[in-house]
């Protein structure tokens, strides 16, 4: 399996800052996405993160509301914009490892907005 | 009709019993199938990809009905430490993106 990483693992925001999540894989994959699993509810893809393209967004999701990087293999970012108590979420990145088929979640990111 | 249903749970079991999961799908394209465990306020983890054969690991046994779009998942002998939700996850070709169920929560009590 691959080792995959997330930081901040928590946070308590105020309503309209943003928050940048990253997260760190330990060898090199082929598809990285972020979903949301909010309080008693599955899990939501909100997009696909493309090496050095912009991300793929699922209906509901847009760039503006959660732009998204991956400059390289192993490494993207999240970011939750202008947020909102609705923000309030688990954020988990999730990878597929190179010639895989099987898909790994990191630990998440805890998100509070007040 | 959602894409992934599954039983709603929680399902509540004394150790040692036999307890199964269903789980339906719509999309008839679909073409892998996973059952993933998530512990309370932690990550999914894969359990058991599910395989048109039936696929068993240890007390957990898989089985897929493509006629039917239909998968379950059989744990016997359950244990405290399967308490957990359990998710069914479904797959169309190629690296297309993972649907997810709801999931079905089971307690294993003393």
């Known amino acids: 399996s691959a080792v995959i990483s997330q930081k901040p693992s928590r946070d308590i925001c105020q309503r309209g800052t943003s928050l940048t999540i990253q997260c760190q894989v330990d060898?090199?994959?082929?598809?990285m996405f972020w979903y949301r699993q909010q309080p008693g509810q599955s899990l939501t893809l909100i997009a696909t993160?493309?090496?050095?393209?912009?991300?793929?967004?699922e209906s509901g999701f847009v760039i503006d509301k959660f732009p998204i990087s991956r400059p390289n293999l192993t490494f993207s970012t999240l970011t939750v914009s202008n947020m909102s108590p609705e923000d309030s979420s688990i954020y988990l990145c999730?990878?597929?490892?190179?010639?895989?088929?099987?898909?790994?979640f990191g630990p998440g990111t805890r998100l509070t907005v007040l | 009709r959602k894409e992934v249903e599954q039983d709603p749970g929680p399902f509540n079991v004394p150790e040692g019993a036999t307890v199964a999961f269903n789980c339906t799908y719509s999309?008839?394209?679909?073409?892998?199938f996973f059952w993933y465990r998530q512990d309370c306020r932690k990550e999914p983890k894969l359990l058991m990809s599910?395989?048109?054969s039936g696929n068993e690991d240890g007390r957990f046994t898989a089985q897929l009905n493509r006629a039917s779009q239909y998968i379950s998942l059989l744990i016997r002998d359950s244990k405290l430490s399967d308490s957990a939700t359990y998710l069914c996850?479904?797959?169309?070709?190629?690296?297309?993106?993972?649907?997810f169920g709801k999931g079905t929560m089971l307690l294993v009590s003393p």
């Open positions: 993160a493309n090496q050095g393209s912009e991300a793929t967004y």
């Open positions: 996850v479904v797959r169309g070709s190629g690296y297309s993106t993972l649907t």
């Open positions: 599910v395989y048109s």
């Open positions: 999309n008839s394209a679909s073409q892998s």
């Open positions: 060898s090199q994959v082929t598809m």
């Open positions: 999730s990878v597929v490892r190179v010639g895989a088929d099987t898909q790994y």
